[in-house]
Every structure is written in structure tokens, then in C-alpha cells.
């Protein structure tokens, strides 16, 4: 599989933080690379280093060593400036918490990463209607964070994730501030969203949610396992 044809490619990916005197193997020389259109679920125990690896993957972090290319990009050697625009462009988040701004109503929620593009208001506008419409809440726009369900939060924080229509949707935990009927329903919207091309990256420690999907990435004590 050539670059081109990667969505997610790692190699020998090392992530190291120093605790003291003690130097932490967070990533261990992790390779591998995900499809564009793929749906991989990232596995593993706590410790195991599947949040450093979304981090890697979102562009909120660099590996100290090895290389992290998104749709073909080497993200090891850019500025900050640029990995926040991959971020914006290329990958959609969508987090166990929701991380919605309590004060905006849900259409201005899901706008925010539009305003950060520096889209006008009236396209920011429709453009976060159309994501609500896309997952169901369009008769929501208006309300507020709390005045929704836990599932009708989540679905709007994929709204939010989607409103870019970046290549990658990656989420960290989903269902796990859901109950398990809001979460199954969370797990078939992201189907439906990659039915539609996009890459889905699921980070998560549910056994349940890995014999879901067609691949499942598993990782331990930094390192691949098997590997």
C-alpha cells in the first residue's frame, strides 16, 4: 500500500516523556498504516499507549522519533501552525465527553470549527444545519447542550466532527459516557459515515466495540501486539 492509498500511516513511531529521572516509553516503535474508507479500531489496556497514538494521529502531538504522514503529509517536521490545519481540515474528533460549550446552542457549536477555518457566517450557518441534518438533530439547532440527551449531545458533537467533511473521523471513547442502546446507535451513525468514504478511527478498551468493526489494531506496553 503506497502512501497515496494511506489515510493513517506510522513508521516506527517512538513517543518518550521524561518522569523524573526516568525516561517512559509511551510508544514503543510502533508501525502501521490504515486504508482511506477504512474502519479500525485502535485496542488496547490502560498503559497500553492507544491515547498517545490517537494523539499522534490527531496531530496534538509528534512522535520523538519515526514518522506520522496523514493523507500523505510527514506531520514530524511541521509547525504548529501547520499541524493545526490538518487538524481543522483533515480529521474530525469526537471525544467520551462531548466537549460542547455550554453557552452557544447546538448550531453554534457545531460552527466553531468553521469559524477557526474562517468560513462567513452565513456558510458556517448552513454548512452546520447540513451536519445537524446529517445526524438526525436539525430540530435541535437552537437548543443548548443541556437541554439534550446524552445521545443527542454525542450526535452533535459528530455534527461538529463532520462539518469540515474532513477524510478522518477519529474518535476517542464514544460510547462511554452512553448507555449501551444510545451507544449502539452512536456506533451505526460513524458505519453510516464511513459507508459514505470516510475513514473511521475508533480508540477504545470495548471488547464489544472491537468484534465490530472489520479491524482491530491492538497495542501493548507501547508496541504492537504480536509485534
Do not use: W
Not at 517536521?77 to 460542547?100: C, K, P, T
Request: aromatic residues 4%; neutral net charge; hydrophobic residues 40%.
Amino acid at each position: 500500500m503506497t502512501d497515496d492509498e494511506d489515510a493513517v500511516r506510522l513508521e516506527g513511531a517512538y513517543r518518550r516523556y521524561e518522569m523524573g529521572d526516568e525516561i517512559v516509553k509511551a510508544l514503543d516503535g510502533v508501525s502501521f498504516s490504515i486504508g482511506k474508507g477504512e474502519r479500525v479500531a485502535i485496542m488496547g489496556p490502560s498503559g497500553s499507549g492507544k491515547s498517545t497514538c490517537m494523539n499522534l494521529i490527531g496531530c496534538l502531538d509528534r512522535p520523538s522519533e519515526g514518522r506520522v504522514l496523514i493523507d500523505g503529509v510527514d506531520t514530524a517536521g511541521l509547525a504548529d501552525r501547520d499541524l493545526a490545519v490538518i487538524r481543522n481540515r483533515s480529521i474530525g474528533f469526537v471525544f467520551q465527553q462531548f466537549h460542547l460549550l455550554p453557552r452557544l446552542d447546538i448550531a453554534k457549536n457545531v460552527e466553531v470549527p468553521l469559524l477557526y477555518a474562517g468560513v462567513p457566517r452565513r456558510e458556517r450557518r448552513k454548512r452546520a444545519l447540513d451536519a445537524l441534518e446529517r445526524v438526525g438533530l436539525a430540530d435541535r439547532a437552537r437548543h443548548r447542550p443541556s437541554e439534550l440527551s446524552g445521545g443527542q449531545r454525542q450526535r452533535a458533537a459528530i455534527a461538529r466532527a463532520l462539518v469540515n467533511d474532513p477524510s478522518i473521523l477519529l474518535a476517542d471513547e464514544p460510547t462511554g459516557a452512553l448507555d449501551s442502546a444510545t451507544g449502539r446507535a452512536v456506533l451505526e451513525l460513524f458505519d453510516d459515515i464511513n459507508r459514505l468514504g470516510t475513514t473511521v478511527v475508533i480508540v477504545t478498551h470495548d471488547p464489544g466495540i472491537g468484534a465490530a468493526y472489520p479491524r482491530v489494531i491492538k497495542l501493548r506496553d507501547g508496541r504492537l501486539e504480536g509485534a
